[in-house]
């Protein structure tokens, strides 16, 4: 550590100078560098979701993100929620983070209305420390979920844990309202698997020999925009796998012709019959392990022999239970 002798009466000093420090950034070589550092150590670890391991661009923005929020990267990194290419918050991470951002009280929650019917609902509201001023969020109502549709969606919460989803609900529209920059404009992982719905009838894009309807995310067809380049890669880490890394099967393992129209009669129909991808066995594979749960009570859940016996519908009725425990 460099040192400098200030003389004061009687005595030497040895004062050490003022040491720079560098700070996770995307912006400037030094912060970069840090970035790049400890996303390598962390890409490295078995610890972090699976989104993260041995994936150092996506940690490398986790870091950021972490930095910018003043929040721990790995609290980030598990809460952080890639769902078909789109980045969301858990529901309990941003509550959390605004009852420690220092700026309001704890979220408060108030309900109203009759429970169990639609009028029922819920609200949050904190109070500001800087002008002791109410702040009032919007009210969430059972009426108002089955008017979105958010009550009725297949694999969807507010049937079976109303309450709960309410107060979710409420929470992320209160920090939504009054500190944007806390969620960084990102939505809450409920509130995307309520926006977003992905059929078979009108996501299969092409019929293969060899491995049956696909998915547009499964598509073989090679995108040009980088952008989309970019969320595709995302989502295949997450949920499919790569089309380059999709088994190449024998001749003695092609699918009958009576197959092949099994297959092509299930797209046409939408029936969400067709059977799950191996990135999605792998998905659902990572979430047990991050709970400690069995392969088995799956396949007891639904009456299969094996995670590949799953349907398209039964996947998305698992990924809905999973994002709702965490």
Same mark, same amino acid.
């Given at each position: 550590m460099?040192?400098?002798?200030? %003389?004061?009466?009687?005595?030497?000093v040895?004062?050490? !100078?003022?040491?720079?420090t %560098?700070?996770v &950034?995307?912006?400037?070589?030094?912060?970069f560098?840090?970035?790049?550092r400890?996303?390598k150590?962390?890409?490295?670890?078995?610890?972090?979701?699976?989104?993260?391991?041995?994936? *150092?661009?996506?940690?490398?923005?986790?870091?950021?993100?972490? %930095?910018?929020l003043?929040? @721990?990267?790995?609290?980030?990194m598990?809460?952080?929620?890639v769902?078909?290419?789109?980045?969301?918050?858990?529901?309990?991470f941003l509550?959390?983070?605004v009852?420690?951002?220092?700026r =309001?009280? &704890?979220l408060?929650? +108030?309900? =109203?209305?009759?429970p169990g019917?639609d009028?029922?609902?819920?609200?949050?509201?904190? *109070?500001?420390? &800087?002008?002791?001023?109410?702040l009032?969020?919007?009210?969430?109502? *059972?009426?108002?979920?089955k008017?979105e549709?958010?009550?009725?969606?297949?694999?969807?919460?507010?049937?079976s844990m109303?309450e709960?989803?309410?107060?979710?609900?409420?929470?992320?529209?209160?920090?939504?309202?009054y500190?944007?920059?806390?969620?960084?404009?990102? %939505?809450?992982s409920?509130?995307?698997?309520d926006?977003?719905?992905?059929?078979?009838?009108?996501? *299969?894009? !092409?019929q293969?020999?060899?491995?049956?309807?696909r998915?547009?995310? +499964?598509?073989k067809? !090679?995108?040009?925009?980088?952008? !989309?380049?970019?969320? #595709?890669?995302v989502?295949d880490?997450?949920?499919?796998?790569?089309s380059?890394?999709?088994?190449? +099967?024998?001749?003695?393992? $092609?699918?009958?012709?009576?197959? #092949?129209?099994?297959?092509?009669?299930?797209?046409?129909?939408?029936?969400?019959?067709? $059977?799950?991808?191996?990135?999605?066995?792998k998905?659902?594979?990572? $979430?047990? @392990?991050? =709970?400690?749960m069995?392969? #088995?009570?799956?396949?007891?859940?639904? $009456?299969?022999?094996?995670?590949?016996d799953?349907?398209?519908?039964?996947?998305?009725?698992?990924? &809905?239970? =999973?994002?709702?425990?965490?």
């Amino acid at each position: 550590m460099d040192t400098t002798i200030q %003389h004061m009466p009687g005595s030497l000093v040895f004062k050490p !100078e003022a040491q720079q420090t %560098h700070s996770v &950034a995307l912006t400037d070589s030094q912060g970069f560098d840090l970035a790049q550092r400890a996303a390598k150590l962390l890409a490295a670890s078995s610890l972090v979701p699976v989104e993260y391991q041995n994936n *150092i661009p996506n940690c490398v923005i986790a870091l950021n993100m972490a %930095h910018r929020l003043g929040a @721990d990267p790995l609290m980030v990194m598990q809460n952080l929620v890639v769902i078909y290419g789109r980045p969301s918050w858990s529901s309990q991470f941003l509550i959390a983070t605004v009852n420690t951002c220092g700026r =309001f009280s &704890a979220l408060r929650y +108030e309900f =109203f209305g009759t429970p169990g019917t639609d009028d029922w609902g819920c609200r949050a509201w904190a *109070i500001e420390r &800087a002008t002791g001023e109410k702040l009032d969020g919007t009210k969430i109502t *059972i009426g108002l979920s089955k008017t979105e549709g958010w009550y009725g969606k297949k694999g969807s919460k507010w049937q079976s844990m109303p309450e709960q989803m309410l107060m979710y609900r409420a929470g992320a529209w209160w920090c939504r309202a009054y500190a944007p920059e806390l969620s960084m404009g990102l %939505h809450t992982s409920d509130e995307v698997s309520d926006f977003i719905d992905i059929t078979p009838s009108d996501n *299969i894009v !092409e019929q293969d020999v060899k491995t049956g309807p696909r998915r547009k995310s +499964e598509s073989k067809t !090679e995108v040009n925009d980088a952008q !989309e380049k970019t969320q #595709q890669k995302v989502y295949d880490q997450v949920i499919t796998p790569a089309s380059s890394t999709l088994p190449q +099967e024998s001749s003695s393992d $092609k699918p009958s012709p009576g197959q #092949q129209a099994a297959g092509a009669s299930a797209a046409a129909t939408g029936s969400g019959a067709e $059977k799950i991808t191996g990135g999605q066995i792998k998905y659902l594979t990572a $979430k047990l @392990d991050s =709970f400690g749960m069995k392969e #088995q009570g799956i396949l007891d859940r639904f $009456k299969v022999a094996s995670m590949g016996d799953l349907t398209f519908d039964q996947f998305d009725t698992l990924r &809905a239970d =999973f994002l709702a425990m965490e």
